[in-house]
Structures are given as C-alpha cells and as structure tokens.
C-alpha cells in the first residue's frame, strides 16, 4: 500500500535559503546550491530514493548506473521546479518560454459553458501550469490536500501573493464535494490530481507501467457523475529556461458509472504513461507507487 501521507517535504529555513538567492542573484545561483542539495538527498534520503531507484530499474527499464544518474537527476529537476514554481508565481524577473499544446481545447471547453475537469499527476510541475491556467481568463477551482506545513505555506505565501485561483481543501468531513458540485453547477473548472490517495481513501486499480497501481476513485467518479468535458493535463520542463504545456481533447463519460469510472482511469493512465515515457526523470512520486 503507498505510503504517502498527503505531506511534502522541505522547511521553512530551506525555503528561506533559495527565495534570498532569487531575490539578490536571480535563478543561476539558486540552481547553484540546488546541485549539492540534490546531492544529499540522493545520497541521505533511502526512504524517497528507493522507490525512485526501483522506478527507474523495473519501469523503465535502465541499468543500475544509469538508474542511479536518473535518481540524481530526478532530484535535481524536482529541485528546479520548486525554484521555478517561486519565480513564476512571485513574477520575478525571469527568461522562462512556454509552449502551449492543446490550450484551445481548454478555451473550447469555457466556450461550451458547461464547466470541466482538468485532471493531472504528479509529474512535470503542475504549480506552474497552474498558474499559467490565468491566460484562460475564467475562474479555476484547484483540489489539493492540504499537506505543506502550515509555516512553509505562510512564508511562501508572502513571497508568491496569492493564487491566483480557489482552492478547494480536501477534507474529512467531505465539505470539499459540495464546493466541487457548486464550481461544476456554476460552469467553472475544476482541476486536481488523480494520481494519489491516502490511507482510508476508495481506491481503483489499473494496469500501470507494466504492474499494477492503486489510484484514488474520486476524480474518475466525479468524471463519470457530472458528465462534464474531462481532459488531462501536464507541464514539463524541457530544459532550462522552457516549459511545454500539454491538455489533451476533452472527452464526456456517458453511460453507466461505474463503465464510466472505469474508462475514465483508463483514459488518464493512458495518458500519463505517455508522458512519463517521455519525461521520465520527472515522475515525483517518492513512495512505493505500486503494490
């Protein structure tokens, strides 16, 4: 069973640390310091790296030295993506270019006036393509746990402003699915990650990278329930300073729920092993996925 607990990693001091070398040198020596950070966890943080480590071996498929070079480089780019996710969001001075591939399937599903679900995993950098989703001038209901420790999420807070979006909480109480009904009801987008769950939660299994993964049945039943336009969606970095953003054609999943639920993670998995394939180093799940 996944291990996630719905918490990510990291302290204020360390945010403090990269956000002052953005501020007074800008990216280059941010990424500088990020190198020996990178470092340490590959070498100090078995519990993260393992997992990764078998990833890349019986996943994808590379040898133990080259496996061992994605670890680092794994860390290293999820490092780049949190420097970047500040940048951005904080609009500091920056060189960054993006690529939109299929943002016009996304202006039609606000043209429809039906509403959406924009679903997603936890790979490239979703805070990013986040906030990229103000070019579409509509409101965007963004469905998280909420696991930052309270005190790195105040700190970048006031560095970052606010989103620029709502944020829908996931909690136990299930207040979160009546404020997801009413974003739907009123015409808006939801997005959220379908890639993720914690202990106690519904879960549905699908074939995935050759074994089999849980994933949580939430996002595919509320695909199959609403029956509004789904389309999944991804950011990747491509090199330093360049983005690719990808949204693939909404699709409606008709006909009875639970055929519904199932094509809809059918649908999503498809698409994520595409993309993983592709940008393998940039899968930043760091807990036994699998089963």
Same mark, same amino acid.
């Not at 061992?68 to 001075?93: C, E, P, W």
């Given at each position: 069973?996944?291990?996630?607990?719905?918490?990510?990693?990291?302290?204020?001091?360390?945010?403090?640390?990269?956000?002052?070398?953005?501020?007074?040198?800008?990216?280059?020596?941010?990424?500088?310091?990020?190198?020996?950070?990178?470092?340490?966890?590959?070498?100090?943080?078995?519990?993260?790296?393992?997992?990764?480590?078998?990833?890349?071996?019986?996943?994808?498929?590379?040898?133990?030295?080259?496996?061992?070079?994605?670890?680092?480089?794994?860390?290293?780019?999820?490092?780049?993506?949190?420097?970047?996710?500040?940048?951005?969001?904080?609009?500091?001075?920056?060189?960054?270019?993006?690529?939109?591939?299929?943002?016009?399937?996304?202006?039609?599903?606000? *043209?429809?006036?039906?509403?959406?679900?924009?679903?997603?995993?936890?790979?490239?950098?979703?805070?990013?393509?986040?906030?990229?989703?103000?070019?579409?001038?509509?409101?965007?209901?963004?469905?998280?746990?909420?696991?930052?420790?309270?005190?790195?999420?105040?700190?970048?807070?006031?560095?970052?402003?606010?989103?620029?979006?709502?944020?829908?909480?996931?909690?136990?109480?299930?207040?979160?699915?009546?404020?997801?009904?009413? *974003?739907?009801?009123?015409?808006?987008?939801?997005?959220?990650?379908?890639?993720?769950?914690?202990?106690?939660?519904?879960?549905?299994?699908?074939?995935?990278?050759?074994?089999?993964?849980?994933?949580?049945?939430?996002?595919?039943?509320?695909? *199959?329930?609403?029956?509004?336009?789904?389309?999944?969606?991804?950011?990747?970095?491509?090199?330093?300073?360049?983005?690719?953003?990808?949204?693939?054609?909404?699709?409606?999943?008709?006909?009875?729920?639970?055929?519904?639920?199932?094509?809809?993670?059918?649908?999503?998995?498809?698409?994520?092993?595409?993309?993983?394939?592709?940008?393998?180093?940039?899968?930043?799940?760091?807990?036994?996925?699998?089963?």
């Amino acid at each position: 069973m996944p291990s996630w607990q719905g918490k990510s990693k990291g302290n204020k001091f360390g945010y403090s640390c990269f956000v002052f070398l953005l501020k007074h040198g800008g990216v280059a020596p941010a990424y500088l310091l990020l190198k020996f950070v990178a470092f340490y966890f590959f070498a100090f943080s078995w519990s993260s790296s393992k997992p990764v480590y078998h990833y890349f071996r019986t996943k994808i498929g590379y040898s133990r030295a080259r496996a061992l070079l994605s670890l680092y480089r794994n860390y290293h780019v999820f490092g780049q993506t949190l420097i970047d996710k500040v940048v951005v969001m904080a609009d500091m001075s920056n060189k960054f270019t993006f690529e939109f591939e299929g943002e016009h399937y996304l202006r039609e599903m606000i *043209a429809g006036g039906k509403g959406g679900i924009l679903l997603s995993a936890h790979v490239g950098n979703w805070e990013v393509a986040g906030h990229l989703f103000k070019r579409l001038q509509t409101r965007i209901n963004i469905v998280m746990f909420d696991g930052e420790h309270q005190r790195v999420k105040d700190y970048l807070s006031g560095v970052t402003g606010d989103r620029n979006m709502n944020v829908i909480v996931i909690k136990d109480d299930l207040s979160h699915i009546y404020a997801i009904n009413e *974003a739907l009801n009123n015409k808006e987008l939801v997005c959220m990650h379908a890639d993720r769950f914690l202990p106690g939660n519904k879960t549905i299994t699908a074939p995935f990278l050759g074994q089999d993964a849980r994933f949580p049945v939430g996002p595919f039943l509320l695909a *199959a329930t609403f029956r509004v336009p789904v389309s999944v969606v991804f950011a990747f970095k491509e090199s330093a300073t360049h983005y690719h953003f990808f949204a693939t054609e909404p699709r409606l999943y008709h006909g009875r729920r639970n055929q519904g639920v199932e094509t809809a993670l059918q649908d999503f998995v498809q698409h994520v092993e595409e993309k993983v394939y592709r940008y393998p180093v940039q899968w930043f799940n760091y807990y036994d996925f699998w089963e």
